[in-house]
Each structure stands twice: as C-alpha cells, then as structure tokens.
C-alpha cells in the first residue's frame, strides 16, 4: 500500500460481500482497503462457483408466469422456517425483514443497473413443505442469472478495478487478517499475516507460507470473510 493512502474503511474478503460493500464505499467518494487472504485469481469468492440464484420478491419474470408474491408472504415464509420466537433472535428477525424488503422492493432494480441479467423462468429452491403457512418457499424465488455465478461477480468485480484506478480503493491479496485492533470497543485496524504469493488456479489450494506481517488502521471495519466453509475464528476471537 503506498504510504499516503489513508483507507476511511478495511474491508477482510473479496468475496461478493466485501465486493459489494466496496462498491457502495467507493461510490460514496470514501476510501477503501480490501485484504484477502487469498490470490487474485480468486478474485470474487464462493459467488464465482455458485449457480447464480438470486432471492427475488414480486419480479417481473414472477409475474410473467404468474406467480402471486409480495413481502408480506415472503416474510410469513422465512418465519415459518425460522421461528424468530427467541429473545436472541430479535436482530436476525430484523435483519430478515430488511432484507427482504431490499428482495421486494429495491435489488431488482439494483443488480439490473450493475447489468445483471435473468433467464425467463424462476427456480424453486429451498422449498419446505409447499405451504404458505409452513417452512419453506412457498413459491418460487429462485431467480438464475445470465451466465450463473460468474455473471453476478463480473459487474462487482470490473467496479472494484475502476474504483482502483479512481484511487479509491487498494486491494492487497495474500494479506491473511488474524486480529481485530480494538479501541474502545471498536475495531479501529487489522493485523496479520502476508502470505507467500502463489501462481495456481482460481479455484486450487494455496500455500500458507507466511513471509511477513502486517498492520493496517482505518475509522471502520468490516469483516466480509465469507459464510460456509470460512475460518470463523476473527468473529470467535473479537
Ligand atoms: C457451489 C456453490 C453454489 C452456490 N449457489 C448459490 C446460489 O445459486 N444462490 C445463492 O444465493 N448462493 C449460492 N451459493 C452461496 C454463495 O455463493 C455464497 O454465500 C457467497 O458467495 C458468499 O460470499 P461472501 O463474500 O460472503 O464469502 P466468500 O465468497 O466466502 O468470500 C470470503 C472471502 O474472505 C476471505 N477470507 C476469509 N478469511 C480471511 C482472513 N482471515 N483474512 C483475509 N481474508 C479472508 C476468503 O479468502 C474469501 O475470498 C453457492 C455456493 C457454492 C459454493
């Protein structure tokens, strides 16, 4: 990283998630760190292997085949499956009924201007007992995008490039994250390992050959270190 590029934001994952928030970042004019452990070639994460299904509420390719969908059913779905009945599930209730009003009402119109692109029929993955009053989908919402998993990485990634050369954001691969800086409850920077860089693949096991270290600090922090299969121990630890 060069000297006087002083990030308003460390971003821990290149992953869709890290990408995207980079993306909302930079395009706010705020500067952005993003460090992976990984190489660049693996670029974009889980998201590039995926199949692609967007989690869409009332689109118009479930209207074209007639499929009667509004937030409100999506919402009797997901607690039908969740439950949200615990006192410690009062913030993952929240942060469903957010995301599905984002599904309902916004991320069609979001990832079409990135320049995503959906096939005509709707899957229904996730399906459950079929009903509208049991777990499960009770309709389909499963939305295959043009060219699967790599069509939605490609718009996250051919932004993350511009705003790199806007001089808003410096991505450092093989920059593997091992603790959180806490000041006063808040983490204020990242520690951690550089990686021996390693020429395989997208997709091949990467060495863990540690050549140096590193110490980045930044007013924010977010950790976008991926879901299934990802190394917990940050979230444990912090
Ligand atoms: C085969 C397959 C098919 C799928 N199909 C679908 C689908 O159709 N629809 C759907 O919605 N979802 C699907 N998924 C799930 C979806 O792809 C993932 O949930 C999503 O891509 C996760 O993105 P992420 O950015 O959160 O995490 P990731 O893509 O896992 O990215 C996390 C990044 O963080 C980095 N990292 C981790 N720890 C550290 C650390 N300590 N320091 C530095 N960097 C670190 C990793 O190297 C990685 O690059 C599928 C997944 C797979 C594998």
Redesign the pocket.
């Given at each position: 990283m060069e000297e006087k590029f002083q990030p308003d934001v460390i971003i821990?994952?290149?992953?869709?998630?890290?990408?995207t928030a980079a993306m909302e970042i930079t395009n706010a004019g705020k500067k952005v760190l993003l460090?992976?452990?990984?190489t660049e070639q693996?670029?974009?994460?889980?998201?590039f292997?995926?199949?692609?299904?967007?989690?869409l509420v009332n689109s118009p390719q479930q209207r074209k085949l007639g499929i009667k969908d509004s937030y409100e059913l999506a919402l009797q779905d997901w607690k039908g499956t969740a439950g949200f009945d615990r006192e410690e599930d009062y913030w993952p209730g929240k942060w469903a009924e957010a995301y599905l009003k984002f599904a309902a009402y916004e991320k069609y119109a979001y990832v079409s201007k990135l320049g995503i692109k959906f096939m005509f029929m709707v899957g229904w993955?996730e399906r459950g007992d079929g009903s509208a009053t049991g777990h499960g989908n009770s309709v389909p919402r499963?939305h295959?995008s043009w060219g699967?998993?790599t069509g939605v990485v490609k718009p996250f990634v051919d932004k993350a490039y511009e705003a790199e050369k806007k001089g808003l954001l410096q991505m450092k691969f093989r920059?593997?994250?091992?603790d959180l800086i806490i000041e006063n409850n808040k983490a204020k920077g990242v520690k951690?390992d550089i990686l021996e860089n390693d020429d395989k693949e997208r997709g091949a096991e990467t060495n863990r050959n540690v050549i140096s270290r590193f110490e980045y600090h930044a007013s924010h922090v977010i950790i976008?270190?991926?879901?299934?299969?990802?190394?917990h121990?940050?979230v444990r630890k912090n």
């Open positions: 821990i994952g290149t992953g869709l998630a890290g990408l460090l992976d452990q990984e693996n670029i974009g994460g889980q998201a292997w995926s199949f692609g299904g967007l989690f993955a499963f295959v699967t998993g920059h593997r994250v091992t951690g976008a270190s991926g879901g299934i299969g990802a190394n121990e940050l």
